[in-house]
């Protein structure tokens, strides 16, 4: 669905990644992972074609983004930013209904159609009682869900989504989570930087483990995901461990910690 | 309330501004008199006072707080500043600059207006071209490039000021505070007016997505740089038509926009033309009063925009609890 192009992402004096050519394609769960810096966020939001420079390298169902209108790409790329504005002058709702702005048909107002979705995403995340609560006023972990319900709102056939669990307490975690993997279960492509490895493993079929300095392991758990790539795209010991037949990654005991950390 | 509700009250409060302020003058006309020569029956004197002079001041004073007032809702969502207004483009600054040369040399007033147009249009693009870089405007950049410049501009004005004869200072000073005595005709400004609207309310519902940041507009689907350049450009011109008819009115550029968002029309599909009612009637209530309350004194219109708006704005933002921010 979504292809990088032999991408390079780089800042004056430091290349974090070069000649990254994957292809994500539609109903698989990518996580991308690596330290802080390492090139996450710019990656992701390369792939959502809002880094204008790289829009040539990432194709869009074949089709390179630049050649795609804005309106057409964010109708089928939906993202959550790492970071968005917590000023906005209306309501929960009012947030909710600008996700349907790609869609939106009339000029001025919001369809039967728009205004039922952002309803019923409202109360999927559990915000049905908050819908007309100005958005401001909103706790940061309300936030964040009024911000999903507005992602899904939109509707698109990929969700590139930068650490999507920020702000929520366990259960909302496990709920945006399954949500997602819902999504890719009927088709979409899901595309988010994590920092948590148990959800991580548990919730995506591939990985992207990037460096920082250029190199890059992109491939299905069995090609990607194992105590040594992790150990070695942290920087930091970890190992694995089997808990009723699910691998999980746990960080090493302080005496295995080498000394580059 | 409702939102169309808050709308028709700024409406009916526009129209009663309108009929206010071609109501009061020096000559006090009678309301009969006033409707017989509004509906066009009658000619004579009071006609002449009602159609030649109060109801151009009037027209002229309503298209220049519309503008005014429309572009500063318009640099608040561009510039995600809420302290934005329409003066940061230089635009004021190189207009009195042209005009306060053009007054300082003698010259009349279409060559005032001439001197006026090209320095606003001098000092913008100067501000705009400084300001962009990479393919893109930076609003800090922006912000920061329109201070400067504006404070070069003022250190010019007060050169201007210090070496102009007595005389010619006080209808400088005029100028430099807003003032609709010079207006003219108000059908340019009203017919600009018109066309920004017409424009503009479509855009509406892409304005409150611009308004979440460039990156998550440009994911909703706008065109962000496209959208930026033409809402400058618009911005740019309603400040430019206003100042070229009141000089550099303070006040309402900055502060209708607020103004309305505390009323509850947040919503830039209702901020916009409401700012556009609400700044043009605020502005023809505050000539009105510079005009007559004072007779036969006559203030510049920008020190009573100032004085009516401080108090209302301060008794909403007092009135409105925190949890209905």
């Given at each position: 669905?979504?292809?990088?192009?032999?991408?390079?992402?780089a800042?004056?004096?430091?290349?974090l990644?070069d000649?990254?050519?994957?292809?994500?394609?539609?109903?698989?769960?990518?996580?991308?992972?690596?330290?802080?810096g390492?090139?996450?966020?710019?990656?992701l939001?390369?792939?959502?074609g809002?880094?204008?420079s790289?829009?040539?390298?990432?194709?869009?169902?074949?089709?390179?983004?630049?050649?795609i209108?804005?309106?057409?790409a964010?109708?089928?790329?939906?993202v959550?930013?790492?970071?968005?504005?917590?000023?906005?002058?209306?309501?929960?709702?009012?947030?909710v209904?600008?996700?349907?702005?790609?869609?939106?048909?009339?000029v001025?107002?919001?369809?039967?159609?728009?205004?039922?979705i952002?309803?019923t995403e409202?109360?999927?995340?559990?915000?049905?009682?908050f819908s007309?609560r100005?958005?401001?006023?909103?706790?940061?972990g309300?936030?964040?869900?009024?911000?999903?319900?507005?992602?899904?709102?939109?509707?698109?056939?990929?969700?590139?989504?930068?650490?999507?669990?920020?702000?929520?307490?366990?259960?909302?975690?496990?709920?945006?989570?399954e949500?997602?993997?819902?999504?890719?279960?009927?088709?979409?492509?899901?595309?988010?930087?994590?920092?948590?490895?148990?959800?991580?493993?548990?919730?995506?079929?591939?990985?992207?483990l990037?460096?920082?300095?250029?190199?890059?392991?992109?491939?299905?758990r069995?090609q990607a995901l194992?105590?040594?790539t992790?150990?070695?795209?942290?920087?930091?010991?970890?190992?694995?461990?089997?808990?009723?037949?699910?691998?999980?990654?746990l960080?090493?005991?302080?005496?295995?910690?080498?000394?580059?950390? | 309330?409702?939102?169309?509700?808050?709308?028709?009250?700024i409406?009916?409060?526009?129209l009663?501004?309108?009929?206010?302020?071609v109501?009061?003058?020096?000559?006090?006309?009678?309301a009969?008199?006033?409707?017989?020569?509004l509906?066009?029956?009658?000619?004579?004197?009071?006609?002449?006072?009602?159609?030649?002079?109060?109801?151009?001041?009037?027209?002229?004073?309503?298209?220049?707080?519309?503008?005014?007032?429309?572009?500063?809702?318009?640099?608040?969502?561009?510039?995600?500043?809420?302290?934005?207004?329409?003066?940061?483009?230089?635009?004021?600054?190189g207009?009195?600059?042209?005009?306060?040369?053009?007054?300082?040399?003698?010259?009349?007033?279409?060559?005032?207006?001439?001197?006026?147009?090209?320095?606003?249009?001098?000092?913008?693009?100067?501000?705009?071209?400084?300001?962009?870089?990479?393919g893109?405007?930076?609003?800090?950049?922006?912000?920061?490039?329109?201070?400067?410049?504006?404070?070069?501009?003022?250190?010019?004005?007060?050169l201007?000021?210090?070496?102009?004869?007595?005389?010619?200072v006080?209808?400088m000073?005029?100028?430099?505070?807003?003032d609709?005595?010079?207006?003219?005709?108000?059908?340019?400004?009203?017919?600009?007016?018109?066309?920004?609207?017409?424009?503009?309310?479509?855009?509406?519902?892409t304005?409150?997505?611009?308004?979440?940041?460039?990156s998550?507009?440009?994911?909703?689907?706008?065109?962000v740089?496209?959208?930026?350049?033409?809402?400058y450009?618009?911005a740019?011109?309603?400040?430019?038509?206003?100042v070229?008819?009141?000089?550099?009115?303070?006040?309402?550029?900055?502060?209708?926009?607020?103004?309305?968002?505390?009323?509850?029309?947040?919503?830039?599909?209702?901020?916009?033309?409401?700012s556009?009612?609400?700044?043009?009637?605020?502005?023809?209530?505050?000539?009105?009063?510079?005009?007559?309350?004072?007779?036969?004194?006559?203030?510049?219109?920008?020190?009573?925009?100032?004085?009516?708006?401080?108090p209302?704005?301060?008794l909403?933002?007092?009135?409105?609890?925190?949890?209905?921010?």
């Amino acid at each position: 669905m979504l292809r990088a192009e032999n991408l390079r992402i780089a800042f004056p004096g430091r290349t974090l990644v070069d000649g990254l050519s994957v292809d994500f394609g539609a109903g698989q769960v990518w996580a991308i992972l690596g330290r802080n810096g390492s090139g996450k966020s710019t990656l992701l939001r390369t792939l959502a074609g809002l880094q204008p420079s790289q829009t040539k390298n990432v194709l869009l169902d074949g089709a390179p983004l630049h050649s795609i209108s804005r309106r057409q790409a964010a109708a089928r790329i939906g993202v959550l930013l790492q970071e968005e504005s917590a000023e906005f002058w209306g309501t929960a709702r009012d947030y909710v209904l600008l996700g349907r702005h790609p869609h939106a048909a009339g000029v001025f107002g919001w369809s039967r159609i728009d205004e039922d979705i952002a309803e019923t995403e409202l109360a999927a995340q559990n915000l049905g009682a908050f819908s007309g609560r100005a958005y401001t006023t909103l706790s940061g972990g309300e936030r964040q869900r009024a911000r999903a319900a507005a992602l899904f709102a939109q509707r698109p056939r990929a969700y590139l989504v930068d650490e999507p669990l920020q702000h929520l307490d366990l259960p909302h975690q496990v709920a945006l989570l399954e949500r997602l993997s819902l999504e890719a279960r009927q088709g979409a492509l899901v595309v988010m930087v994590l920092h948590d490895l148990l959800f991580a493993s548990r919730y995506c079929s591939h990985f992207l483990l990037l460096y920082g300095d250029g190199r890059f392991n992109a491939g299905s758990r069995d090609q990607a995901l194992n105590a040594a790539t992790l150990s070695d795209v942290y920087g930091f010991p970890l190992e694995a461990i089997e808990v009723r037949g699910e691998q999980l990654f746990l960080p090493g005991p302080p005496s295995a910690r080498g000394p580059h950390v | 309330m409702q939102r169309g509700r808050i709308l028709l009250l700024i409406f009916l409060f526009t129209l009663a501004a309108l009929t206010g302020s071609v109501a009061v003058g020096s000559v006090s006309i009678p309301a009969g008199d006033l409707f017989a020569a509004l509906s066009g029956r009658v000619s004579g004197p009071v006609a002449d006072i009602v159609w030649k002079l109060r109801l151009p001041r009037a027209a002229a004073g309503f298209a220049c707080g519309g503008l005014l007032a429309l572009a500063g809702a318009l640099l608040q969502v561009l510039l995600r500043n809420p302290l934005a207004d329409p003066y940061i483009f230089g635009v004021s600054g190189g207009a009195a600059l042209g005009v306060l040369l053009a007054m300082l040399l003698g010259l009349g007033i279409a060559t005032q207006t001439g001197l006026g147009l090209a320095g606003a249009i001098c000092a913008s693009a100067a501000v705009f071209l400084l300001s962009f870089r990479g393919g893109e405007w930076n609003p800090y950049r922006l912000l920061l490039t329109g201070v400067v410049v504006a404070a070069g501009l003022n250190a010019a004005l007060s050169l201007i000021l210090v070496l102009a004869p007595h005389a010619t200072v006080k209808g400088m000073l005029y100028w430099l505070m807003g003032d609709l005595g010079y207006a003219g005709n108000p059908v340019p400004a009203l017919l600009v007016l018109a066309v920004l609207v017409v424009v503009l309310l479509p855009l509406g519902r892409t304005l409150n997505v611009l308004a979440l940041g460039r990156s998550k507009a440009l994911s909703l689907g706008v065109p962000v740089a496209g959208m930026e350049i033409l809402l400058y450009f618009l911005a740019a011109v309603a400040t430019v038509t206003a100042v070229l008819v009141g000089g550099t009115i303070g006040f309402i550029g900055l502060i209708v926009p607020h103004l309305v968002r505390l009323l509850g029309l947040a919503d830039h599909r209702w901020l916009l033309p409401a700012s556009v009612l609400a700044g043009g009637s605020l502005l023809v209530v505050a000539d009105a009063l510079a005009r007559s309350a004072w007779a036969p004194l006559q203030f510049p219109v920008g020190v009573l925009t100032a004085l009516l708006g401080v108090p209302v704005l301060l008794l909403l933002l007092a009135g409105r609890s925190d949890a209905s921010r």
